[in-house]
């Protein structure tokens, strides 16, 4: 009897723990879609596709979809995070939720010169510090980065 309790427990687990392992934190991943400034796409080694959602920062919606409308400085971010991912590769970084309930993958994002995409985008002002426990990791800092792009007005805080 134990050793059917076994077979199924691995049964049910191994299909989740293969799919974790398709995208392996050191891994660089070609970007192939950038969304909007806090989603895009990567490829997988194993050639899936797959949505990403940036952990920690809320950059403003650049497209009206049927629950989203168009936010002041979304198309600046937007083309913000065209401009620097379009043909790039990035790592990403996990925090405690590896999906959330869209099933979109949440990850810290950082191009191969080391660059910490979303910090760069708090930093510069093309999103706002968006914390969702447990995915905490960066919180603090982000709060610091947004002050600093607030008080030297950058982005979506100029005047």
């Not at 691995?10 to 400034?37: M, Y």
């Not at 708090?122 to 914390?131: D, R, S, Y």
């Not at 426990?133 to 610091?144: D, I």
Request: hydrophobic fraction near 40%; charge should be positive.
């Amino acid at each position: 009897m134990n050793v059917f309790k076994s077979a199924i427990f691995w049964a049910i687990l191994l299909p989740f723990l293969l799919a974790f392992q398709q995208v392996k934190t050191a891994d660089f991943l070609p970007v192939t879609k950038i969304v909007d400034g806090d989603t895009i796409w990567v490829l997988t080694p194993s050639g899936q596709e797959i949505k990403v959602r940036l952990i920690g920062v809320d950059s403003p919606e650049a497209r009206n979809t049927g629950r989203t409308r168009i936010e002041y400085f979304g198309k600046e971010s937007s083309d913000f995070a065209k401009k620097v991912l379009t043909g790039q590769r990035v790592r990403l970084e996990y925090d405690v939720q590896r999906l959330d309930r869209y099933k979109r993958t949440l990850a810290y994002v950082y191009l191969e010169d080391g660059t910490f995409f979303n910090e760069l985008l708090v930093k510069e002002g093309f999103a706002t510090v968006a914390t969702y426990p447990p995915n905490v990791k960066y919180a603090g800092h982000f709060l610091e980065v947004q002050n600093n792009a607030r008080n030297s007005k950058k982005g979506l805080w100029a005047d």
